[in-house]
C-alpha cells in the first residue's frame, strides 16, 4: 500500500482520477467480497465508483449502500487477503494527515524543534509512574527545596509535566516565547506547527485568556469619543450593557472630566484589616468551633445534617460577596501567612472547583471593555480596592489600574461615578460575553459525533436501543442552535460511516475495512446540520438497532474507529460520544487483558496504569483540535478502563461505566443509562474551553486534578466543559504573605456556547491570612481536606502503588494531628484530640480506605475500582462525599416534622445517622444514599404498616427479590418516602438506582460494605482506626 499523497489544496477534484487506483490482481477494488445483497440496493454501482461524487475514488470502499431496514442486514464483512495496491485517493485538505494540523486552530507556542525540553522528550515521558520513588507520605510543602521534616517526597502528579520547580509563580505568566516545559507535549502530536503563515492575531489561547501582559489583547476602553461633561446623573442613558456609549455631550476631552466628589462619597466596603474580625476573639465560628475534642471520648461526630462548609473568617460586608462554596472551596479557609506554617499544620493546601455548575442565577454582562488588571490579567472582582473612582488596585499582584471611562457608569443603577456599584464588583460569580478578542477563530457550530460498537458482543447487550430511543428522544433537546451538526460511526471490525446529506432518500452506509491506515469517505456528508437531515438523521436512529442483529462479528476495531472520528471531527472540533463495550481487539490501541481476579484482593501490583499510550497520545491529539471525547462503557468483562479512559481524561471528556450491562437482564441498568443519556445529550456544554486558576501574588498552584490536558503552565484546556465536571489544584505558599490580610483565587473559564458565544465565567473566592498554627487548624475545611487528600491518593496509586497511597492517607491524619498535639495543645491531655474543624477528618479517611478506589481484601473489579478513581478525579466534592461517606436515614417512621417545602411539595428531612449497624434496627426500614446508588434495607421485623403502605407488599417475605422501584400508593407515608428519593435524585446529575434490600438479598453484602464505621474482614472499625491514629500520635 502506498502512502497517501500530498493532500491537494482545496481538495479540488481536478485531477484526481489519475491517481484512482487499478484493482489488484485479486479483482475487485473493495476489500470487502461481495457487495450486493439481494436486499441491499446499491446506489452506486462498482464500476462507477465515487467518481461522480468525490474527489477520487475509495479503494477500501464499499460502496454507498441505502439501508435497509428491512433487511436486517448489511453487507459488511471483509475478504481477507486482498492485495492493495491502490494508491490512495486525497481527499480534502482538512482532513488529511499532516494539514489536520494546520487548521484554523490554535497553535502551541513553540515549534517541538525550538524548545530543547520538547524535542528531548520521549513521547511516552508523561506517562505517569515512570520511575518515582514510592514515598509513603505526602508533602505538602513546595518546592521540595523547601527543606522539611515531613518523610516524603514530593507528590507529582501526571498531570503536571510542568508542575515541578521550574513553576513560575502565579502572577508571572509565561508568554509564548518563553522556554519553558509549557510544550513537554507538543511532540506527541499535537501540532508539528507547519504554521501556514496565515496572519493570526492571537496563536494561543495562553496569550488570549492572559500571559504577560504584552501577549494580551489590548482592553482598554476602545472608544476614546466617550468624553462627556459630568453631572450627577445621565437619565438619558440607555439601560442594559449593550456596549453603552453614553451620549456625546460636549465633546470634551476626556482629561477634562471631573467626576463629582463631596457629596457623592465614596462608598467601597474597604477591605482590609480593620475589616477582618478581630483576631481570635472575633471568630466568626460559632463557640462550638473552638472547641477541641477527644474523639475517643466523643465519638459520634456526625452532624444530622449535611455537613457544611466553614464559613471563612471575613468581615461580612465581604463574606457576603464571597463566591459559593459548591463553586469554589479551599482546604484552608483561613490561609497560613508562610509555607513554614502550612508545613507546620501538615494540612494539604488547594482548591476545589465547580466552575460550570448550572445556577440558577448567573449574572451576565455585555460590555464593550471587560475590565482586568494590565499586570496580571485579573479580572475585576468584588475584592479589588478602588483608592478612588479612577483608580483599582489588583486583589492578586497590587497593581494599580486605570478605571475605564465605560466603567464609571453604572447601568443597574444609571449613576455616573460608582465604578463599585458595577454588577462585576458586586458579584464573586459572573459571566462576561467575550468579544472577538477572545477567539482565536470564529465560533464553530456545536459538533456531536456518536461512535457506536457494534460488534456482536454490543448487539448482545441490548445497548443500541437504549441509545437510539435517547437520542430521538432528545434529538430537539441538544444544546445548540440552527448550525449544529451531527454524525454516526459504527464499527466492528470495520468502520462504517453513514452519509446523511440533505436530499437522500435515505442514509447511506460507507463501510471502510482498512483499519490500518483509516481514511474518510465523503468526509463533506458525514457531519451535517442537523436541522437540514433531522429526517434522516431519524431514519438512521431508527434503523441501526435492527441493522446489526444478525452480526457474527466479534473483534473490535476501537481504536481505528477513533481515528476516523478525530479525522473527522478535527476541523471544527466538537463532543465525540464512543459506545464501547469490550476489549478493542484489532488494528491500534489493541488492548490484551490483563486482570488477574486472585490478585484483587491484594493491594499491589495491579494494573492502573494503561498498557498503551495510544489513547492518551489520541486524546492529545483530539484536545489540540478541540475535540472532546466521552466514553460510555458497557460491559460484563474486564476492558481496561484505565487504558481506554485515558482518551477521555486528557480530552476532557468523561467516563461513563455500566458493568454488565444487559437490556434483559439487568433492566436497572437500562434505567440508569436511559436517565444519564437524557442528563449527557440535553444538559449545557461549552466548546474549545480553556481555564485558568489565578491567585494572589505569594500563593502557587502546583497540581491540577481533573480530566483536561496542561496546556502551558496553568491553562487547562478543555475542550468541552460541562456542568458535572470538578476539577482540584493544589497550592503552596512562595513568599511569605505577612503583608497582606487577604488572598484571593480566581479561575475564569473562557468557552463557547452552543448558541455560539464566546464566554468568560469568572468565579472569585477570598479567604484571610493567618499567622498562628491554631487559626490554621480552625479554618481547616475536612471535606475539601478530604477531597482533595483523595485526587492525590489516585496520583500516588498511580505513580507508586495502591498500599503507598493508603499508607499516606493515613499517615495526613498522624501528621496534622501530630502536630496540632505538640504545637497547639497546651497541655498534653489523654486520648486523641483534635480541633473540631477536623472532628471528621479520621472518619473521613478510614471511609476513604474503604472507598472502592482505595479499598483492599474485597473482589472489586479492576475496572470498577479505575471507575472510582475516574469519578474521584473528575466528580464535584459534594458527590465524591457521598460516595465516600453515604448517607444514611432511618426512613420507616417519616414525619413532616422539619420538613421542606418546595413548590408545595412537603419533602421530609431524616436525620442523618452513624454508618454502622449498631444504627440499624430490625423493626426499621433505612435509607443509604451512596450518591450513585441509594439502598433501603428493611429490617425483618419492619412494621407492618411500612411494608403495606411504602412497599405495597403483604408481609416481609412477599418482598421481591428485586426490587429497583417503589410503587406509588396512595398513602401519606408513601408520598412522603417517594418524595424524598426523589428530592434525594433531583440533587445531581446522575441517576441513582434504588434497590430495596432484605436480609437475604446478595445486596446485602453491599450495603454492609458501605458501614464506614464497622470492622470488615480486611479493614479497621472507626475505634480501632482512632485508637491506632492516637498510638501513631502520642509516640
Ligand atoms: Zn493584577
Redesign the pocket.
Given at each position: 500500500m502506498s502512502q497517501p499523497g500530498i493532500p491537494a489544496s482545496g481538495g479540488a477534484p481536478t485531477g484526481l482520477q489519475a491517481q484512482n487506483g487499478t484493482p489488484s490482481a485479486s479483482g475487485s477494488p473493495y476489500t470487502n467480497g461481495p457487495v450486493q445483497n439481494a436486499r441491499i440496493s446499491s446506489q452506486v454501482s462498482m464500476s462507477q465508483g465515487y467518481n461522480s461524487q468525490l474527489p477520487g475514488s475509495y479503494p477500501h470502499l464499499i460502496p454507498a449502500k441505502t439501508l435497509n431496514p428491512v433487511s436486517g442486514q448489511s453487507n459488511y464483512g471483509g475478504s481477507q487477503g486482498s492485495e492493495q495496491t491502490l494508491s490512495r485517493p486525497p481527499v480534502a485538505s482538512n482532513l488529511v494527515t499532516s494539514s489536520i494540523y494546520s487548521g484554523p486552530v490554535p497553535q502551541m507556542p513553540l515549534p517541538a524543534s525550538q524548545n530543547p525540553v520538547a524535542a528531548t522528550m520521549p513521547s511516552g515521558s508523561f506517562l505517569p509512574g515512570a520511575n518515582l520513588p514510592p514515598p509513603l507520605n505526602w508533602q505538602y510543602n513546595y518546592p521540595p527545596t523547601v527543606s522539611q521534616t515531613n518523610h516524603c517526597p514530593p507528590a507529582t502528579s501526571q498531570l503536571t509535566v510542568s508542575g515541578n520547580t521550574n513553576l513560575t509563580t502565579n502572577?508571572q505568566y509565561v508568554s509564548s516565547g518563553d522556554i519553558s516545559l509549557q510544550n513537554s507535549f507538543i511532540k506527541s502530536g499535537i501540532t508539528s506547527n507547519t504554521n501556514n503563515g496565515s496572519m493570526v492575531v492571537h496563536n494561543s489561547y495562553d496569550e488570549i485568556e492572559g500571559g504577560g501582559f504584552l501577549a494580551t489583547p489590548q482592553l482598554t476602553n476602545k472608544n476614546p469619543k466617550m468624553s462627556r461633561s459630568v453631572g450627577y446623573s445621565y437619565p438619558s442613558l440607555p439601560p442594559g450593557y449593550q456596549n453603552i456609549t453614553p451620549p456625546s455631550a460636549t465633546g470634551m476631552p476626556p482629561s477634562s472630566l471631573n467626576y463629582p466628589s463631596g457629596p457623592q462619597a465614596f462608598t467601597q466596603t474597604p477591605l482590609g484589616a480593620n475589616h477582618l474580625t478581630t483576631s481570635m476573639s472575633g471568630l466568626s465560628l460559632h463557640p462550638e468551633g473552638l472547641r477541641v475534642i477527644n474523639l475517643l471520648q466523643e465519638r459520634n461526630m456526625l452532624p444530622s445534617t449535611p455537613v457544611q462548609p466553614p464559613v471563612p473568617n471575613l468581615h461580612e460586608d465581604i463574606q457576603k460577596l464571597n463566591c459559593n462554596p459548591e463553586l469554589f472551596r479551599c482546604t484552608l479557609t483561613n490561609i497560613p501567612q508562610t509555607q513554614a506554617l502550612l508545613n507546620k499544620a501538615k494540612l494539604p493546601l488547594g482548591l476545589l472547583l465547580h466552575p460550570f455548575k448550572d445556577l440558577l442565577q448567573l449574572p451576565v454582562v455585555t460590555s464593550s471593555t471587560i475590565v482586568?488588571?494590565?499586570?496580571?490579567?485579573?479580572y475585576i472582582n468584588p475584592f479589588v480596592s478602588f483608592l478612588d473612582q479612577r483608580r483599582w488596585k489588583?486583589?492578586?499582584?497590587?497593581?494599580v489600574?486605570d478605571v475605564p471611562e465605560e466603567f464609571m457608569y453604572n447601568p443597574l443603577t444609571r449613576v455616573y461615578g460608582e465604578p463599585h456599584r458595577r454588577p462585576e464588583v458586586q458579584n464573586a460569580t459572573i459571566e462576561f460575553m467575550a468579544p472577538s478578542e477572545y477567539m482565536l477563530r470564529p465560533p464553530q457550530p456545536p459538533v456531536y459525533l456518536f461512535v457506536f460498537d457494534v460488534s456482536h458482543n454490543a448487539v448482545e447487550t441490548g445497548y443500541l436501543n437504549s441509545v437510539c430511543q435517547s437520542l430521538l428522544d432528545n434529538l430537539d433537546l441538544l444544546p445548540g442552535n440552527t448550525r449544529t451538526k451531527i454524525g454516526f460511526i459504527t464499527f466492528d471490525s470495520t468502520i462504517h460511516f453513514y452519509s446523511l446529506q440533505e436530499g437522500l432518500s435515505q442514509p447511506q452506509m460507507l463501510i471502510v475495512s482498512d483499519i490500518e491506515d483509516v481514511f474518510i469517505p465523503m468526509p463533506e456528508n458525514l457531519l451535517v446540520n442537523l436541522n437540514e437531515s433531522k429526517e434522516l438523521v431519524q431514519d438512521l436512529l431508527k434503523t441501526l438497532p435492527q441493522m446489526f442483529t444478525k452480526t457474527l462479528e466479534t473483534q473490535s476495531a476501537l481504536g481505528p474507529a477513533l481515528q476516523a472520528a478525530f479525522k473527522l471531527m478535527s476541523p471544527t472540533g466538537g463532543r465525540m460520544s464512543v459506545f464501547q463495550t469490550q476489549l478493542p481487539t484489532l488494528g491500534v490501541g489493541t488492548l490484551k487483558p490483563r486482570e488477574e481476579p486472585n490478585q484483587r484482593s491484594s493491594a499491589k501490583e495491579i494494573h492502573l496504569t494503561p498498557s498503551t499510550d495510544f489513547y492518551k497520545k489520541l486524546a492529545l491529539d483530539c484536545s489540540g483540535q478541540q475535540v472532546a471525547v466521552d466514553l460510555f462503557l458497557l460491559s460484563g468483562q474486564y476492558s481496561d478502563l484505565a487504558s481506554l479512559g485515558c482518551i477521555s481524561r486528557y480530552s476532557a471528556g468523561s467516563v461513563y461505566y455500566y458493568p454488565s450491562y444487559h437490556h434483559q437482564h439487568n433492566p436497572v441498568q437500562v434505567q440508569k443509562l436511559q436517565k444519564e443519556l437524557q442528563r449527557y445529550l440535553t444538559r449545557k456544554i461549552g466548546f474549545e474551553a480553556v481555564m485558568r486558576i489565578?491567585c494572589t501574588?505569594g500563593l502557587s498552584i502546583h497540581t491540577f486534578h481533573g480530566n483536561f490536558f496542561v496546556r502551558s503552565t496553568d491553562l487547562l484546556s478543555l475542550p468541552n466543559v460541562n456542568p458535572d465536571a470538578g476539577y482540584a489544584v493544589q497550592m503552596s505558599v512562595e513568599e511569605s504573605l505577612t503583608d497582606t490580610q487577604l488572598v484571593s483565587f480566581q479561575s475564569a473559564l473562557l468557552y463557547t456556547s452552543s448558541k455560539g458565544e464566546r464566554r468568560i465565567r469568572v468565579h472569585t473566592l477570598c479567604l484571610p491570612v493567618v499567622s498562628t498554627l491554631n487559626e490554621v487548624f480552625l479554618g481547616a475545611d475536612v471535606q475539601a481536606i478530604s477531597g482533595l487528600l483523595a485526587n492525590m491518593a489516585v496520583d500516588r496509586s498511580v505513580t507508586s502503588s495502591l498500599s503507598d497511597a493508603r499508607d499516606a492517607l493515613v499517615n495526613a491524619v498522624i501528621d496534622s494531628l501530630s502536630a496540632y498535639r505538640s504545637s497547639v495543645l497546651s497541655n498534653q491531655q489523654p486520648g486523641l484530640m483534635v480541633p473540631f474543624s477536623l472532628r471528621l477528618f479520621p472518619l473521613f479517611v478510614l471511609a476513604l480506605l474503604k472507598q472502592k478506589s482505595f479499598q483492599t481484601g474485597t473482589n472489586a473489579r479492576l475496572d470498577e475500582r479505575i471507575f472510582a478513581m475516574c469519578q474521584v478525579k473528575n466528580q464535584p466534592l459534594v458527590y465524591l462525599m457521598l460516595t465516600t461517606h453515604p448517607n444514611l436515614y432511618r426512613v420507616d417512621d417519616l414525619s413532616d416534622e422539619g420538613a421542606l417545602n418546595i413548590n408545595d411539595r412537603t419533602i421530609p428531612q431524616p436525620p442523618i445517622l452513624q454508618l454502622s449497624v449498631e444504627k440499624l434496627s430490625r423493626d426499621g426500614a433505612f435509607l443509604m444514599d451512596a450518591g450513585s446508588v441509594l439502598m433501603l434495607w428493611v429490617g425483618k421485623n419492619c412494621a407492618q404498616n411500612f411494608l403495606s403502605q411504602v412497599l405495597g407488599v403483604q408481609n416481609y417475605a412477599s418482598i421481591p427479590q428485586t426490587m429497583t422501584d417503589l410503587p406509588e400508593l396512595d398513602t401519606p407515608e408513601s408520598a412522603r418516602t417517594i418524595a424524598f428519593i426523589s428530592w434525594l435524585r433531583e440533587q445531581r446529575p446522575f441517576f441513582p438506582i434504588l434497590y430495596v434490600i432484605r436480609d437475604e438479598s446478595p445486596m446485602k453484602a453491599n450495603f454492609l460494605q458501605n458501614m464506614v464505621e464497622d470492622r470488615t474482614e480486611s479493614a479497621l472499625s472507626y475505634y480501632e482506626f482512632l485508637l491506632h491514629i492516637q498510638q501513631q500520635v502520642n509516640k
Open positions: 502572577h482586568r488588571c494590565r499586570s496580571c490579567r485579573t489588583c486583589n492578586l499582584c497590587y497593581r489600574n489565578r501574588k
